[in-house]
T-cell receptor
Framework: LAKTTQPISMDSYEGQEVNITCSHN???????ITWYQQFPSQGPRFIIQGYKTKVTNEVASLFIPADRKSSTLSLPRVSLSDTAVYYC?????????????????FGAGTRLAVHP | EPEVTQTPSHQVTQMGQEVILRCVPI?????FYWYRQILGQKVEFLVSFYNNEISEKSEIFDDQFSVERPDGSNFTLKIRSTKLEDSAMYFCASSDDSQGTQYFGPGTRLLVL
């Protein structure tokens, strides 16, 4: 499983766009990039997943450059309720991978604090 | 939207006692997982379960731990003889595919005294 590196913490203000970058230099060909969000005392929640280029859903966008050695989670116009820990996970998860079972390996994540 | 549920939300037990943590995965999911998170630490994988057997387990998942799907809806984690260091949040997750997105429950906070 590819090792990931992301900032330990970030601060932002309501209404701003937040970009959290994750480095994964050893990403393998069949690895997907997945982001989870965790609020205090709750279970992780899936946000977005991508393989290359850009993925967007109602919550966030995920930008993946051509070399796939990093990815950026973009949260548009954050609010106080976006204060959480954000995890970048890289592994063989997704439609390109067949066989095996998928345990998620969480790092320390990025602790995002949104201020009024 | 379907969700994973877990009971109890909190459990306090004495060291050496057995505890059973319960989970109801999303109804059409076939792959089930337990994770734990010690306070202030990372979320750690414990075990994955499919087709009524363990698919993979971590080093944490020793002989004191067991999992079971006793009926068509519940998925349980049993700790036979709890230790102080078992105090943590325990999360159940499920997915509809071995490579599919895992959906987590709200967790059970276990405190071993």
């Amino acid at each position: 499983l590819a090792k990931t590196t992301q900032p330990i913490s970030m601060d932002s203000y309501e209404g701003q766009e937040v970009n959290i970058t994750c480095s994964h230099n050893n990403i393998a060909t069949n690895d997907y990039i997945t982001w989870y969000q965790q609020f205090p005392s709750q279970g992780p929640r899936f946000i977005i997943q991508g393989y290359k280029t850009k993925v967007t859903n109602e919550v966030a966008s995920l930008f993946i450059p051509a070399d796939r050695k990093s990815s950026t989670l973009s949260l548009p116009r954050v609010s106080l309720s976006d204060t959480a820990v954000y995890y970048c996970l890289v592994g063989a998860q997704g439609p390109l991978f067949s066989g095996g079972y998928n345990k998620l390996i969480f790092g320390a994540g990025t602790r995002l604090a949104v201020h009024p | 939207e379907p969700e994973v549920t877990q009971t109890p939300s909190h459990q306090v037990t004495q060291m050496g006692q057995e505890v059973i943590l319960r989970c109801v995965p999303i109804s059409n999911h076939l792959y089930f997982y337990w994770y734990r998170q010690i306070l202030g630490q990372k979320v750690e994988f414990l075990v994955s379960f499919y087709n009524n057997e363990i698919s993979e387990k971590s080093e944490i998942f020793d002989d004191q731990f067991s999992v079971e799907r006793p009926d068509g809806s519940n998925f349980t984690l049993k700790i036979r003889s709890t230790k102080l260091e078992d105090s943590a949040m325990y999360f159940c997750a499920s997915s509809d595919d071995s490579q599919g997105t895992q959906y987590f429950g709200p967790g059970t906070r276990l405190l071993v005294l």
